[in-house]
């Protein structure tokens, strides 16, 4: 007779294999071993039924956070940026090399890095290195130790720790990265246009922010990128595109058959510069948020493939350092917290648009793992996957409080706004780590996330 598995989750809507279906899905193990008919007997030490309203998605993967500990715990830390991804839905998040102290650019950093994590996190977690003037020539024990990839900035980063690279040393780094079959990913703005654009003195007016960072900046960048990885043949990825103006380059990259890949973010589809008031600092990103013909374009570029995945770009700071500025967004930290909001704000905006949940999941959990090389065993609901799946209410609605995120700092772009999908329970490796109580009430289990190291130096994208 079969052992009993650990747990069975049934649902009228599960996704898998590219589809909704009834279905149950047995895990043993951290795994999923079977995906049964629904009305299947399968004995199980543990059962869940989700009722009407509820669906069974994969965890979203989020390629793109910034947890900042240590050295910046005090703008978030693992405890609090894993607890907020597992409320919102995230089973993986890959953390970034920088805003913490030391960034991710040596393996001693990473070791650091990994032991602030590993007691904290409540899900899994894994790392990005970092590619900067003085780690160049020594990056491949870092992508020997598990790194999933090198991130470097073509413009100043706000961290003096993490200077950016001229082109010639991205050249360089795409040289290097590709020796060894690595990858490369990149804030791609121009540093030469943001000179030119950036007024001497700042402004309230968020009209002025955006003149500041023009699209210019991300063409001329993207640009470069492209010509790079054309000469060296190297893999990159463009991180956080904002500009539309960008598109028939990557397009035509693409058609040439140049190993480039492209993310937006969250809030360049759901908000506009139109309706950002002046003063509101807790907009400020960069690249910017643009107008709303530019939202439509990016989402016609995620439609038609040619922006292959969504990322949070989680990037909190304190308080003090987006709002005691008095409203200039010249001086206020640039970066956007929403890492526990992310599902529901893009599958808001996708909703909105008729767009269906299987291309927002396809964008958020299949997307990712296939940049990071997690293909089969993250972002998906399959035999042989990790069993990290969500309870997810698409059509109930909720309001963002920010003073209820579990992020350290309560900030959010998206405080006030009215969100559809409410996450109600996550499972990583099948056992419950978030679940939204009856009343209403958080409930997290004991920190359990395991640190992840790439295990494969194939990229599926």
């Known amino acids: 007779m079969t052992a009993p598995y650990d747990l069975v989750v049934r649902s009228r809507a599960v996704f898998t294999e590219g589809g909704w279906r009834e279905a149950a899905v047995a895990v043993r193990g951290g795994v999923v071993m079977l995906i049964a008919e629904y009305e299947e007997e399968i004995p199980a030490h543990a059962e869940v039924v989700l009722p009407e309203g509820q669906v069974l998605i994969p965890g979203v993967v989020d390629s793109h956070v910034h947890v ?41 950093g990473l070791d650091v890095k990994r032991a602030a994590a590993e007691p904290q996190a409540s899900i899994d977690v894994g790392f990005w290195g970092g590619a900067i003037p003085s780690s160049l020539g020594s990056l491949q024990p870092l992508w020997e130790r598990g790194v999933f990839g090198f991130k470097a900035f073509l413009s100043p980063s706000g961290v003096d720790e993490f200077p950016h690279l001229t082109t010639e040393q991205l050249n360089a780094a795409l040289d290097e990265v590709g020796a060894f079959g690595g990858l490369l990913i990149v804030h791609a703005e121009d540093p030469d246009v943001l000179d030119r654009s950036t007024a001497s003195e700042g402004s309230t007016r968020y009209v002025d922010f ?27 990825h463009v991180l956080h595109l904002s500009s539309a103006r960008a598109l028939d380059q990557i397009r035509a990259a693409k058609a040439e058959g140049l190993p480039i890949t492209v993310e937006t973010c969250p809030h360049y589809l759901s908000f506009t510069a139109g309706e950002i008031p002046d003063g509101a600092t807790q907009f400020k990103c960069c690249p910017p948020i643009r107008d709303d013909g530019n939202r439509d374009l990016l989402w016609e570029a995620l439609l038609d493939g040619t922006i292959d995945l969504i990322a949070s770009d989680h990037s909190p700071s304190t308080a003090e350092l987006k709002f005691s500025c008095g409203g200039d967004f010249l001086e206020a930290w640039g970066g956007i917290s929403g890492l526990q909001v992310s599902l529901p704000a893009v599958w808001t905006a996708a909703r909105d648009r008729g ?41 109930e609605s909720f309001t963002v409080h920010a003073s209820e995120l579990e992020h350290r700092n309560k900030v959010s772009a998206f405080d006030g706004r009215e969100l559809h999908g409410v996450v109600h329970t996550t499972w990583l490796a099948g056992a419950p780590v978030y679940s939204l109580a009856a009343a209403g009430d958080a409930v997290f289990a004991a920190p359990s996330g395991r640190l992840l190291e790439r295990t494969s130096d194939r990229h599926g994208l």
């Open 68 to 108: 900042n500990e240590p050295g910046r715990t005090e703008w978030e830390g693992f405890t609090t940026g894993t607890r907020a991804a597992a409320a919102g839905g995230v089973t993986t998040i890959v953390d970034m090399p920088l805003n913490s102290i030391p960034p991710t650019t040596t393996v001693e």
């Open 355 to 395: 767009i269906p949940l299987e291309r927002v999941i396809g964008w958020m959990c299949e997307g990712p793992a296939a940049l990071t090389g997690l293909t089969g065993s993250k972002g998906s609901i399959e035999p042989g996957a990790a069993a990290d799946l969500v309870a997810f209410a698409p059509e």
């Open 210 to 236: 955006v003149a500041s960072r023009p699209d210019l900046a991300e063409e001329d960048a993207i640009a470069h990128v492209i010509a790079g990885v054309r000469r060296s043949g190297a893999r990159a």
